[in-house]
């Protein structure tokens, strides 16, 4: 079984700056076998708040898997956006953006779903279905296979449908040749735990799809500051939310769900 931090939407540049000691020191106690980032490191991709994101991350665990979000492409700088959209990115906090942790029991995979074209959503391409399928795909059946993009391939009841990754379908359909089992996300700033069932009929084929809240952002959307713990192995993950509770100035355990593989999907037990 592997231990795996998932933080997200951290928007340095709007951060509260009072729960970044707190959360170093309870990550560190977790002691995860990977900490992975799903996005939206900054506020506005200006080169200070990359700065501060490394440094913050610096201090953390490694290995780390960490992909960017829409906040990391330039809002204003027309012509960076349009020409060098994630250079900051790539030069401040990571250089490869489909970064990769395997081992023996688990394989996490990154994609950038950033897109300089719009605003706020995201979508992969043909490209990276191409490569997420060859390195999946080649993986021996009893690893643990997880995906981390910062858009959502699933939203919650009256969330807002257009926040789904582009080209979602085809993906699944990757996702569903290769035995896919966790999918990772964030920028809707809203833990959520469940299965791809409801939404995608893909011959059988159900992931686990999880999104986490934004750990360090003053935008919390009627959510407490949180991340997300995952313990996996093949037929088991449990999910516990990290919840930051003031009164006590620390990040806390919040809701905890075990979901069993079962012959109809992933259940929640």
């Not at 980032?37 to 960490?66: H, I, N």
């Amino acid at each position: 079984m592997r231990t795996l931090v998932h933080l997200s939407d951290l928007h340095f540049g709007r951060i509260d700056s009072a729960l970044l000691a707190p959360l170093e020191a309870v990550i560190q106690r977790i002691r995860p076998d990977v900490v992975v980032v799903s996005g939206d490191l900054t506020q506005r991709a200006r080169k200070s708040q990359f700065m501060q994101a490394k440094a913050f991350l610096d201090r953390l665990p490694r290995p780390q898997v960490v992909v960017p979000g829409n906040h990391d492409i330039p809002l204003y700088n027309i012509v960076e956006r349009m020409g060098a959209p994630l250079r900051k990115f790539r030069r401040y906090v990571e250089s490869d953006l489909s970064p990769a942790f395997v081992d023996d029991e688990v394989m996490v995979l990154g994609v950038n779903t950033a897109r300089s074209a719009v605003v706020k959503g995201g979508r992969v391409n043909v490209a990276q279905l191409r490569a997420l399928s060859e390195r999946f795909c080649a993986a021996d059946k009893a690893i643990v296979k997880v995906l981390v993009s910062h858009h959502p391939f699933d939203v919650g009841p009256g969330d807002d449908e257009s926040d789904i990754i582009g080209r979602a379908g085809a993906a699944m359909q990757v996702m569903a040749e290769c035995g896919v089992d966790v999918l990772l996300a964030g920028h809707l700033h809203t833990s959520r735990a469940a299965s791809t069932g409801t939404r995608y009929a893909v011959g059988g084929y159900e992931a686990l799809v999880v999104s986490a809240g934004t750990a360090t952002s003053t935008r919390g959307r009627g959510e407490a500051n949180a991340f997300n713990v995952l313990q996996l192995c093949k037929a088991r993950v449990d999910v516990q939310r990290f919840e930051w509770n003031s009164p006590s100035r620390q990040f806390g355990p919040g809701l905890c769900e075990r979901f069993e593989r079962t012959p109809e999907g992933w259940r929640c037990s």
